[in-house]
């Protein structure tokens, strides 16, 4: 597991936008980020979900945060404008982005994947990641120190057979974090990083490995001081890596 002890202050006047976060892994790095001090943005496709980490987190006593409902399979170019302006409003500035949420799409062989399943893995993998990205550079450039973490996968660093456009995709956003954070070195204060969080005890998982134990993996809130380190101010110096939380 990652070795990083997070002081309980951490992320404290931080704000960090973090999507898919009414479940597994997002939900687990909300209430991490909340709990650290950080004014968290909940983004995902499910409100109800987002309301009940929204209440959890201010039952806790922790920052209010902010909610946001938000397709990325469907969302438009506009819609992203849109919450930029509004967080440019309310916050001035995101010191964090985490892109989190995934497709895990079709597994099985490349030449029977059906074209509308691979399109939607890659707007939700690829394309959602670029775009949200993109239109909080702004936010992210206004805060001292930002840090852009983007998911990965072991399958998205060594191409694994029966992945199809799961594995593309987050070679893909490998690419992305290569490109930003050479794009950002020595040019702002923003860091870019990927995470492959490793197996973990979420309903994705149990998806991809339908046969598997789900005990033998740890829950999402035990990977949780990678993220932390990659959020905080610890990580200033650390940009276009590929790191593993376990």
């Not at 930029?84 to 001035?92: H, R, S």
């Not at 029966?162 to 690419?175: D, R, T």
Request: negative net charge.
């Amino acid at each position: 597991m990652f070795d990083y002890t997070a002081p309980a202050d951490l992320l404290k006047d931080r704000v960090i936008l973090i999507t898919g976060a009414g479940d597994g892994i997002g939900r687990a790095c909300a209430l991490s980020c909340a709990a650290h001090g950080a004014t968290v943005v909940l983004v995902g496709r499910t409100p109800s979900k987002l309301e009940a980490v929204y209440d959890e987190i201010e039952a806790a006593g922790h920052p209010q945060p902010a909610l946001c409902p938000l397709n990325l399979e469907t969302a438009l170019e506009k819609d992203y404008e849109d919450l930029a302006d509004q967080l440019f409003d309310t916050f001035g500035k995101l010191d964090g982005l985490v892109h989190n949420a995934a497709e895990l799409g079709p597994r099985t062989l490349m030449d029977t994947v059906r074209a509308d399943a691979w399109l939607k893995v890659m707007q939700v993998n690829v394309n959602a990641p670029f775009l949200l990205t993109k239109t909080m550079m702004p936010l992210l450039r206004a805060a001292p120190d930002a840090s852009v973490v983007l998911l990965s996968s072991s399958v998205g660093r060594k191409g694994r057979a029966y992945w199809g456009p799961y594995a593309v995709s987050k070679f893909a956003v490998e690419g992305l974090m290569q490109t930003l954070a050479d794009e950002q070195d020595g040019t702002s204060e923003i860091r870019v990083n990927t995470l492959n969080p490793g197996a973990t005890r979420t309903k994705m998982r149990a998806k991809a490995y339908p046969n598997e134990p789900a005990e033998n993996n740890p829950e999402p809130s035990a990977i949780m001081p990678a993220f932390l380190y990659l959020l905080g101010p610890d990580s200033r110096d650390t940009n276009g890596q590929a790191l593993d939380a376990q």
